[in-house]
């Protein structure tokens, strides 16, 4: 993690001879006379007890304004974004670059909780406050923040604190953080806490989980964080998967539609519905099953599930057709045995 700050004071001496230091009194008078700015709370005391209320996580931001931690400069291209992603895409968001403008013209009102980073020395990494860091480095300018040493499950909670003080995350963002928390050994109690969520929402996050661990991370990243897709759309489309992987005939469709031009300029929530009434069409037609024309009028339909498929042959306009193919059956299983690199059967 490079040097440890041992104590408060010889923290706050290297923070000055780093950066220097803001007046932090004048940063939190400009702050009470500003706009109300509403932040939520996910943080917890202790990672298995019940987490702190939301008007006492706002009187420990507005402490830590008033002085009793000091408020540094730093460049941002020094600071790194947390170990897990919560935000699939912070500047995609309508509202982000209204966002940028505001802090251009403004400043920034509210400093960011970072800590020294991990593995990167002279590094920071990000707790909450990934929008601004992100608006100082598209203006690059340096960034407001406090510097505290966190560990990862403070750093997680702390982080949900973002989470809250605007728009939540949506459902999928929900459901792919828990995922992500839970495939890098947090609890579900540190999970909860960081989603802001009580310790009896165990069940929630569980859920949670479960949904996001249906579908492959990249294709969630290629939808986006739909945020007006909930639940019940969500576990429909999970319909479609399975273990994390969807079948053949589904991915064919996926690949087709996520690779236009509409889908790359379209908005998440059309992307998620066009991906799912391309995947419920492909389902409803597979009930009719597949036409085949094979000329003269004729037309062999092929109706699959997940145990057989069903060929059927109209006698009438093929006739023959069926028994040559079963007479050439055996043949055929063969050379499909040989294209696979298996054993014929006889």
Same mark, same amino acid.
């Given at each position: 993690m490079g040097a440890v700050m041992t104590n408060a004071k010889e923290r706050s001496n290297r923070m000055k001879s780093l950066f220097g230091n803001v007046d932090s009194a004048e940063l939190a008078k400009q702050i009470s006379a500003g706009p109300s700015v509403k932040v939520g709370s996910?943080?917890?005391?202790?990672?298995?007890?019940?987490?702190? @209320?939301?008007?006492?996580?706002? %009187?420990?931001?507005r402490e830590q304004l008033s002085g009793s931690e000091t408020i540094v400069e730093i460049?941002?291209?020094?600071?790194?974004?947390?170990?897990?992603r919560d935000r699939l895409d912070i500047e995609g968001e309508p509202q982000f670059q209204a966002f940028v403008e505001g802090i251009r013209e403004n400043g920034q009102r509210l400093p960011i909780l970072v800590r020294p980073s991990p593995d990167r020395q002279g590094f920071f990494q990000v707790a909450y406050g990934h929008r601004r860091l992100r608006?100082?480095?598209?203006? %690059?300018r340096p960034v407001k923040a406090i510097v505290r040493d966190l560990s990862d499950d403070e750093l997680v909670v702390a982080q949900?604190?973002?989470n809250t003080e605007r728009a939540n995350l949506s459902f999928i963002e929900q459901a792919l953080f828990a995922a992500t928390l839970k495939s890098r050994g947090f609890r579900r109690e540190t999970i909860a806490a960081a989603l802001g969520r009580a310790d009896g929402k165990l069940t929630y996050i569980s859920m949670l989980i479960g949904i996001a661990e249906q579908f492959p991370a990249e294709l969630i990243g290629r939808i986006g964080s739909a945020p007006s897709i909930g639940r019940p759309k969500w576990e429909k489309l999970a319909a479609h998967f399975k273990d994390?992987?969807?079948? @053949? @005939?589904?991915?064919?469709?996926?690949?087709?539609v996520t690779s236009t031009r509409a889908w790359v300029a379209?908005?998440?929530?059309?992307?998620?519905?066009?991906?799912?009434? @391309?995947l419920e069409h492909k389902a409803a037609s597979g009930d009719r099953g597949e036409e085949i024309e094979v000329g003269g009028g004729a037309v062999i339909t092929a109706k699959s599930s997940r145990s057989s498929t069903l060929i059927t042959i109209p006698e009438s306009k093929m006739p023959g057709l069926s028994a040559w193919l079963i007479e050439k059956l055996p043949a055929l299983v063969d050379e499909y045995r040989q294209q696979n690199g298996e054993t014929p059967m006889r």
């Open positions: 996910g943080a917890v005391k202790s990672m298995d007890r019940a987490f702190v @209320a939301v008007e006492e996580e706002n %009187e420990r931001l460049d941002s291209a020094l600071v790194v974004p947390s170990f897990v608006a100082c480095q598209i203006l %690059e949900g604190i973002e994390g992987r969807a079948p @053949a @005939a589904a991915q064919l469709i996926i690949d087709q379209s908005p998440s929530d059309q992307r998620f519905a066009a991906l799912m009434n @391309a």
